[in-house]
């Protein structure tokens, strides 16, 4: 009967929404200028979307009104709600624009600083931010820790000046090209506590005693970088929200991170390819149960993914629901390229589309990466098993 409940109850939250009228009529608006804003590339380029790092892009975004797109117009932020940002950022990813600079601090860490931060800290980042010149990473994962996120070690020391930082951040996405970090360490307690004695802080990375390394991928790359923290001093302000609710305000955060359109559209591009190439073959429809397979999948993935984006326009926290959307998301992700590779090999023409396989190769080599980053699959399934009641 627990079981049954725990799977009522999450249902009960998955309840089918809609974008409001006023969200689509925005659709038109980012069309038209990224026919304008977007230099064109080929395939293989765009499929790069949301790592693809362009200041000079986010920069005319952020001119335009769409970076910190959420954040109250006090702040320079257009103050539209989530259904307008999950339109914008669709268009982004659909049409491959590098939006890696300003994706983090866009996404959460200004929602974030909003949220639980001081007066002082939203009057200094959030105009940055929505200007597209502060530009923040995420301070999660550590060696050791996996994806454990609550084992993190690094640790911040009060002291008469403020904090002393220690430790190591790794897999950290863009922390290379950012000015600005929010780590999650201990702050108080030792490593085996545990949620407890978390915090949250705000991390200038151009402080001494900060060392960012690159790290490159099987693509060629340099997405991530590991973070090196030698007794770093940080102000008695660097400390975001009340000490010791790190836990608590990482979870709020996570479900901005896991449950939008980049969850299900991160191999779109090639998709597209794909069937722009199917076009121009003669036997066009030798591949059409795949293709109606691939898109009903989307689709239902999407009407999950805006009820969660309903839910965080309501001022919930739906934790375990955006947890859902992004394994069943990246697991979708990645089968597109697998799904594709499968065609190409039963092909017998002989026919190669030369740009269609530099962009397959391009996302068969980062696909793995689509079920870890975020929280891997084995996390989020111990998180929707615990929502329903089954641990």
């Known amino acids: 009967i627990a079981k049954e409940s725990g799977v009522s109850d999450l249902l009960s939250q998955l309840r089918l929404a809609a974008l409001p009228p ?14 304008t804003a977007l230099e064109p590339a080929p395939p293989h380029v765009r499929a790069r979307s949301w790592m693809g790092f362009d200041a000079a892009f986010s920069k005319r975004l952020a001119q335009r009104g769409w ?27 659909c049409a491959g624009a590098p939006v890696s600079a300003h994706w983090i601090a866009d996404r959460q860490s200004g929602p974030q600083i909003l949220k639980f931060g001081t007066e002082a800290q939203q009057a200094l980042y959030l105009p940055r931010i929505c200007s597209g010149d502060a530009f923040f990473c995420i301070g999660m994962s550590e060696p050791n820790a996996g994806s454990d996120l609550a084992s993190v070690a690094t640790r911040a020391t009060r002291t008469a000046a403020g904090w002393l930082l220690n430790g190591q951040k790794v897999w950290t996405t863009n922390a290379h090209h950012c000015h600005y970090m929010i780590a999650l360490v201990r702050s108080s307690g030792e490593k085996g506590d545990r949620q407890a004695g978390l915090s949250q802080f705000i991390v200038d990375l151009s402080l001494p005693g900060v060392t960012v390394r690159p790290i490159r991928d099987l693509s060629g790359d340099a997405h991530f970088s590991e ?16 000490e010791g609710s790190g836990w608590a305000q990482v979870n709020a955060e996570l479900a901005f991170e896991r449950s939008g359109p980049e969850r299900i559209l991160s191999s779109i591009v090639l998709l597209e390819c794909w069937i722009a190439v199917l076009r121009q073959r003669a036997d066009r429809q030798a591949n059409a149960a795949t293709v109606g397979r691939l898109t009903a999948h989307l689709a239902t993935l999407r009407n999950m993914s805006i009820t ?11 934790v375990v629901e955006a947890a859902l959307v992004k394994d069943l998301g990246t697991s979708f992700e990645q089968s597109i390229s697998h799904a594709i590779e499968a065609t190409l090999g039963e092909a017998d023409d002989g026919l190669i589309d030369a740009e269609l396989h530099r962009t397959l190769a391009y996302v068969s080599q980062m696909a793995p990466s689509y079920s870890l ?19």
């Not at 659709?27 to 200028?33: G, H, L």
């Not at 910190?68 to 950022?89: H, I, K, M, N």
């Not at 973070?227 to 009340?242: I, K, S, W």
């Open 308 to 318: 969660v984006t309903a839910r965080l326009a309501a001022g919930e926290s739906p």
């Open 373 to 391: 980053r975020g929280g891997t699959r084995e996390i989020l399934r111990g998180m929707i098993a615990r929502g329903l009641g089954l641990r």
């Open 22 to 35: 006023r969200a689509e009529a925005l659709r038109s608006e980012v069309k038209a200028f990224l026919q």
């Open 67 to 93: 970076v910190g797109v959420t954040l109250p117009a006090r702040f320079g932020g257009a103050e539209l709600d989530a259904f307008s940002r999950y339109v914008l950022v669709e268009e982004l990813l």
């Open 227 to 242: 973070v090196f923290f030698d007794n770093v001093q940080l102000a008695p302000d660097a400390l975001v929200g009340v």
